[in-house]
């Protein structure tokens, strides 16, 4: 049987519920992950030749062949990763993977003509981007402390480096016509128990609002900042907890971000949407997978992601939610993570537009438990798989089953080739 001929009959049995999958599919077209780029080189960046990510409280595991070295290579890799998926997606910088070319610029001198090239690519391939500051992998993150540090010195530096990265995500707005997503995470924490949290939280208050200090227009960026449960080197104290950065952005009106490895692994992050849509008129999300206390595991389609995505459908806020990927794993293809954890990530979102809202929600109201119940079991039986092909075959990139042949075939032609 052929693809069209299963989507055809899984078009029936979703009529059959309500679900208008050809409805389904045009709003998924519509969706824009944002990718991040430190999955081609495992955050290594190209601040100089021989760059790698050292501290932060993050580590990357793994040294399978082929990741990239230098930017050509990066943007061949991401041109391939997105040949892989359906519908058309956003690029997340950070401010180590700038056109530095060779020359020594520190985190507090980085400027937007670093990333011109980044703004012409983002033209030519039509990919929007998206920036974060890189508060890590630097002399002056040793300790442990960035924007929360009580040197004053170590603590402007910082700051000046939010500044410019919030300058640079401005132009890349302007250039694209389309607001710039910036990003702010920094590892500030400490490994055993800290006496007075307060003032780290305090000066990490106050570096924040220097940073933020000028306005820039919502055309041109919007600031986003993450929060974070636990990092390695920091588990028993993060200066910028969820409630922290909760409530710093409810009052200066910024975006949280919400990413799925930095709460604690039997937290339902799908529960935490509904309750803070009530007050955010936009979230960012970042999607990761935790493993016991690891992170950043390649995405799957597993139960959180699923919960994740059909929430953020049930609550109709996909217009108001950007969805970035953030994980990185050096123990395989690195092309193939790309396309396992974005195309979990559309299949997830899939599964909530392909949900009969009217139904479940009739059951809800009437306080039919049972029914509500057995729809939703019966739905994960349902030929979402026909759906998935019809889609990926109308929007010309593999279907599931040649997948793996594709991804191989570029890793014996140009991967295996980086010595």
């Not at 630097?138 to 442990?144: D, V």
């Not at 710039?180 to 500030?188: H, K």
């Not at 997830?348 to 057995?374: I, M, S, T, W, Y």
Request: charged share 30%; hydrophobic share 35%; aromatic share 10%.
């Amino acid at each position: 049987m052929s693809i069209i001929d299963q989507y055809n009959n899984a078009k029936e049995r979703y009529a059959a519920l309500g679900v208008d999958t050809d409805k389904a599919l045009e709003k998924l077209k519509k969706i824009s992950l944002s990718l991040h780029c430190w999955q081609t080189d495992d955050v290594g960046g190209f601040e100089t030749p021989d760059a790698e990510l050292s501290g932060g409280g993050i580590q990357v595991t793994g040294n399978y062949p082929g990741k990239s070295r230098n930017l050509t290579e990066m943007r061949a890799d991401l041109d391939k990763a997105y040949s892989l998926l359906p519908g058309k997606h956003r690029l997340s910088l950070h401010a180590i993977y700038g056109e530095f070319n060779g020359k020594k610029v520190d985190r507090d001198e980085v400027e937007p003509e670093h990333f011109m090239g980044w703004m012409d690519w983002s033209k030519k391939k039509n990919v929007k981007l998206d920036f974060n500051g890189t508060f890590f992998s630097h002399p002056k993150a040793a300790s442990g402390f960035t924007l929360s540090n009580p040197d004053k010195s170590i603590r402007d530096f910082w700051i000046e480096h939010g500044k410019r990265s919030r300058k640079i995500a401005a132009a890349m707005g302007r250039a694209q016509n389309d607001p710039s997503i910036l990003n702010t995470w920094i590892p500030d924490g400490m490994k055993d128990l800290p006496v007075n949290r307060l003032k780290y939280r305090s000066i990490l208050k106050d570096s924040l609002d220097e940073m933020y200090f000028k306005d820039i227009s919502s055309k041109e960026m919007k600031d986003a900042v993450e929060t974070k449960l636990f990092g390695i080197g920091s588990e028993s104290f993060v200066v910028g907890s969820h409630e922290f950065y909760m409530g710093y952005a409810l009052k200066n009106n910024k975006i949280a971000t919400l990413d799925l490895g930095h709460f604690h692994p039997t937290e339902l992050i799908a529960d935490k949407l509904s309750a803070m849509y009530l007050f955010f008129d936009e979230l960012l999300l970042h999607v990761s997978r935790p493993v016991r206390w690891d992170s950043d595991h390649v995405v799957i389609l597993n139960d959180d992601v699923r919960y994740l995505t059909e929430e953020i459908i049930r609550c109709d806020k996909l217009e108001k939610t950007h969805i970035g990927l953030d994980f990185f794993d050096g123990t395989m293809n690195r092309i193939g993570a790309y396309a396992i954890g974005a195309r979990s990530t559309l299949k997830g979102l899939l599964l909530g537009l392909l949900e009969p809202q009217q139904v479940l929600n009739k059951f809800d109201e009437d306080g039919n438990a049972f029914a509500r119940l057995a729809l939703i079991e019966e739905l994960k039986l349902m030929p979402v798989g026909d759906i998935w092909n019809y889609y990926c075959e109308t929007s010309g990139v593999p279907t599931d089953k040649y997948l793996i042949d594709d991804v191989m075939k570029y890793e014996n032609d140009v991967l295996s080739r980086r010595v």
